[in-house]
């Protein structure tokens, strides 16, 4: 409803199972007709509006694109972080607001100005392709600024350029200044929820399953080479592309995780280790499992390389570790 906080999505976590657990996943298929279901992370747009309450619905909407330069600009910061770069921006609610109200840490909200400046760079960057005059495409730029006092003063210097650049930045204005050229008002710097109500108590979501196998891997690795394949032919931009890439590649030493030799085992661990990917650390968090020391020791080894963490052959501790930071973790994509 209206009274209600709209969403943004940040990031796909992954899709539900019959067992109330969610498998890892870059992409939602939707083959057939059968009901499926993904748990998707998302970040509220509207501070002084209601949280979601339990069984909301929602309806997919068009891209908002302040939004969408603020939560794809980087991929390894936490929700809060997120959640206050976009109020910040939307309604340009103070950081003290923040912190008082939903006890956002002094390191979330640095993180958060660093995501808006990034964002606001972006957009100032995008107006090199407005073929418009060069007093035009500096009055635009304030547009694109986290500070909605500056947004205003940009809105108005546009409506005094000629009809000619003015009318160029009409879709810019209409699709970045979603209050137009107003400051918000109190009631929008007044938070419409509590930490509570965003985050009730006694809510189970589901865990992360890990792959049990090098072959449910494969299963995983091989949904990708399909979408890839879709997605050459539908022109998919490059950096999903070189992703989908990266993935691919892994699969070599995700076969030489099953081969009978310890040697050809320990050669694929350490191949693995090479690859920031989320793929590569759970075949390792298999690998950790070998009924061969030397095979161990190496997945171990590269555990430590590709995550910085130090839980040593305690596979449980490594789990536990990657059910909670799997979203979190940067990927490093292959370049070619």
């Known amino acids: 409803g209206g009274d209600v906080q709209r969403l943004a999505a940040l990031r796909l976590k992954g899709k539900l199972t019959a067992k109330g657990t969610y498998q890892r996943t870059q992409i939602i298929e939707l083959n057939d007709a059968a009901e499926q279901g993904f748990l998707v992370e998302v970040v509220c747009i ?15 909407g ?5 939004c969408q330069r603020i939560l794809s600009a980087r991929g390894d910061l936490t929700l809060w972080a997120y959640q206050s770069a976009i109020w910040m921006d939307r309604a340009g609610v103070p950081a003290e607001k923040l912190q008082t109200t939903f006890k956002v840490s002094s390191a979330d ?8 400046l990034q964002a606001e760079q972006i957009g100032v960057a995008s107006l090199q392709k407005v073929e418009v005059s060069a007093t035009a495409r500096t009055a635009a730029e304030g547009v ?6 500056v947004r205003v003063d940009a809105y108005s210097r546009i409506q005094s ?5 003015r009318a160029k930045l009409d879709v810019i204005l209409n699709l970045n200044l979603p209050s137009g050229g107003r400051l918000p008002t109190q009631e929008e710097l007044l938070a419409g929820s509590t930490l509570e109500k965003l985050l ?16 449910d891997i494969m299963v995983m690795v091989e949904s990708i080479r399909r979408f890839s394949e879709s997605a050459q032919a539908d022109g998919t931009r490059e950096d999903l592309r070189k992703r989908v890439v990266t993935a691919l590649r892994l699969a070599p030493h995700l076969a030489g995780l099953k081969a009978r030799l310890p040697v050809v085992r320990i050669v694929a661990a350490q191949g693995l280790a090479n690859f920031r990917h989320p793929i590569a650390v759970e075949a390792l968090l ?4 070998d009924e061969d020391q030397r095979v161990r020791t190496a997945a171990t080894v590269g555990l430590e390389k590709l995550t910085r963490q130090a839980f040593g052959e305690n596979k449980e ?12 973790f940067q990927i490093e994509i292959d370049g070619k």
């Open 62 to 66: 068009v891209v908002d694109l302040r």
């Open 161 to 165: 350029l000629h009809p000619a650049d």
């Open 46 to 60: 509207d501070y002084h509006k209601n949280s979601p309450p339990p069984g909301q619905s929602f309806i997919v």
């Open 144 to 149: 694109f600024s986290a500070n909605p006092t």
């Open 200 to 215: 009730p108590v006694g809510i189970e979501l589901p865990v992360l399953e890990i792959p049990q196998s090098v072959d």
């Open 286 to 289: 298999i690998a950790i499992s």
């Open 317 to 328: 501790a490594w789990i536990q570790w990657w059910q909670t930071s799997h979203s979190t």
């Open 109 to 116: 909200i640095q993180a958060a100005k660093n995501l808006l």
